[in-house]
C-alpha cells in the first residue's frame, strides 16, 4: 500500500491530508500527464460540515488505478511507494489530480 498525501482538504474523506475511505481509484484511462487524472472517491463536504463516517485516517492506503499509461499501474493497481493527490480548491472529483503520475507511454 503506498503512503498517501492528499491535499483536498474539502473531500468529506480528507482528515489532516490522509484519507479516511480505507482505498481509493485514480481514474483517467488514457490520460498521459498528471491533469488527465482525478481521484474518482473525491466526495465534496457540503455546507453543513459533515465528515465522513469512514473510518481512521490512515497513511498508508489501498489505491487502484485505471491509468492505463502510468508506469506505476500494475494490473489496476497503484504500485508507487508515495502518492500525492493534488486539489487544494477541488468542489468535484474533476478538479483533483494523482501529482504522482508518470506517463509510461513513450513520449
Not at 487502484?64 to 480548491?89: L, M, R
Amino acid at each position: 500500500m503506498p503512503l498517501l498525501v492528499c491535499s483536498a482538504m474539502s473531500c468529506i474523506y480528507n482528515k489532516g491530508e490522509y484519507c479516511s475511505k480505507g482505498d481509493i481509484t485514480v481514474g483517467g484511462k488514457e490520460a498521459e500527464q498528471p491533469g488527465e487524472t482525478c481521484c474518482e472517491s473525491f466526495m465534496a463536504r457540503t455546507g453543513n460540515g459533515v465528515t465522513s463516517s469512514a473510518g481512521v485516517p490512515s497513511a498508508t492506503i489501498d489505491v487502484g488505478c485505471k491509468a492505463c499509461h502510468c508506469q506505476y499501474n500494475e494490473g489496476q493497481c497503484c504500485t508507487a511507494s508515495k502518492i500525492d493527490i493534488d486539489g487544494s480548491s477541488a468542489k468535484q472529483k474533476e478538479e483533483t489530480q494523482c501529482g504522482t503520475f508518470h506517463c509510461n507511454c513513450g513520449k
